[in-house]
């Protein structure tokens, strides 16, 4: 767990948590928990926003991920928003919709991180941190000491990679979709570990699966291309002629004129991604 201190991406974030209805909504949430209560935003959010600094564009953010701990393992977080609107998760959170806020914000105890409830593990923000699937989404901002921690997340998105950084598979079918949806959105590579778990752990019935999954999740013309994308992938005979595949899309792309349309994988590579 490594504390970030670059003079660009420390303040971008700190602005981002200062936008009223970010800042308000998460005050709000706070005063509604008990006072020994922590909150963590992962992930997403804040990965789009290091991959905009960087690279010029990133995926839009409609939800942020939040871990909630200091509390007990029996804390009721749908009691403290029972006046609000929010759903349950599939994975024992909550989706809760803020009438102040444009985005959806996805609560979590600590507690209850898959991985560190199915690991019997300590519910740390180290170890919520290591548990996180992949090195890009491995970033989390401690919202009361106003403090952000990496573990790799810089480096994935510079280098445009999408790697483990846990090794704990809770179930394949998610890994797998959560890996094909992010490939998708961010148009980043797979490491070679990733490549090759796609490319040899899911059989058949996964794959209908994950294509009915897709189809009731992003809708049938996203899941189309999602999935031919992951067609192309298994048709690569190894992991060296994925990437020189790739690399020759890149330069394609960079040789565009304007107002051509872009050759990519991925919805946000181009000539400015």
């Known amino acids: 767990m490594t504390a970030v201190t670059d003079k660009v991406i420390v303040p971008a974030v700190e602005r981002f948590f200062q936008r009223p209805e970010i800042r308000g909504t998460l005050e709000f949430l706070s005063s509604r928990l008990p006072a020994s209560a922590e909150i963590f935003v992962a992930g ?10 960087l690279h010029g564009q990133a995926p839009p953010t409609r939800d942020i991920d939040i871990f909630i ?20 998760t599939d994975l024992k959170g909550l989706r809760w919709y803020p009438v102040s806020s444009a985005l959806a914000y996805d609560l979590c105890l600590l507690a209850d991180f898959v991985v560190i409830a199915a690991g019997h593990l300590e519910p740390t923000v180290e170890n919520l941190l290591s548990g996180i699937d992949f090195t890009v989404n491995a970033v989390i901002y401690d919202f009361h000491r106003k403090l952000l921690f990496e573990n790799g997340c810089m480096a994935a998105v510079r280098d445009r990679v999408i790697d483990f950084n846990s090794r704990f598979i809770p179930d394949k079918q998610l890994i797998a979709y959560r890996i094909l949806l992010m490939g998708y959105k961010t148009g980043f590579n797979l490491s070679r570990p990733v490549f090759q778990y796609v490319k ?19 809708g049938r013309a996203m899941a189309a291309a999602i999935m031919g994308e992951y067609n192309a992938l298994c048709r690569h ?22 107002g051509e349309p872009v050759p990519s994988r991925g919805r946000f590579v181009g000539p400015n991604g």
Do not use: H, M, W
Not at 44 to 53: D, E, V
Not at 200 to 217: E, M, N, P, Y
């Open 69 to 88: 701990g200091g509390l007990d393992r029996d804390f009721s977080l749908s009691g403290v928003l029972r006046d609000q609107t929010a759903e349950p």
């Open 44 to 53: 997403g959010s804040i990965r789009n926003l290091i991959i905009n600094l």
């Open 237 to 258: 005979p190894s992991y060296d002629a994925y990437l020189a595949d790739r690399d020759r899309l890149v330069q394609r792309a960079a040789a565009l004129q304007p």
């Open 200 to 218: 040899t752990q899911l059989d058949v019935a996964t794959g209908i699966q994950l294509k009915g999954l897709f189809r009731a999740k992003v």
